[in-house]
Nanobody, 120 residues
Framework: QVQFMESGGGLAQAGGSLNLSCTASGSIAGINAMGWHRQAPGKERELVASISKAGRAVYGDAVKGRFTISRDNAKNTVYLQMNSLRPEDTAVYIC??????????????WGQGTQVTVSS
């Protein structure tokens, strides 16, 4: 079993900042990429950002230049610094981690999510 402790969501004004964190625990041997997705009401889940164990980051187009992802491998924790927030960033932000599945595959595991609401 994999558990995620997500924190940092809440309410922010447009132009403001929030910092999310997510710590993975449990059966996480071989944990690989960690990251964040988000889902707004009536919309599909989309990638916000992910980061490999080596520190290589990938960002969704909607957040490039505004959000920064980082991780602490020793703590199995991923962070998301969100700046210049916009009302369209309002969504449930869901932590994810890739873990080994069988000999050669990876499988994504998902947290419960934390609500981020940006007011105009």
């Amino acid at each position: 079993q994999v558990q995620f402790m997500e924190s940092g969501g809440g309410l922010a004004q447009a132009g403001g900042s929030l910092n999310l964190s997510c710590t993975a625990s449990g059966s996480i041997a071989g944990i690989n990429a960690m990251g964040w997705h988000r889902q707004a009401p009536g919309k599909e889940r989309e990638l916000v950002a992910s980061i490999s164990k080596a520190g290589r980051a990938v960002y969704g187009d909607a957040v490039k230049g505004r959000f920064t992802i980082s991780r602490d491998n020793a703590k199995n924790t991923v962070y998301l610094q969100m700046n210049s927030l916009r009302p369209e960033d309002t969504a449930v932000y869901i932590c994810a981690a890739d873990l080994p599945y069988g000999l050669y595959q990876m499988k994504a595991h998902w947290g419960q999510g934390t609500q981020v609401t940006v007011s105009s």
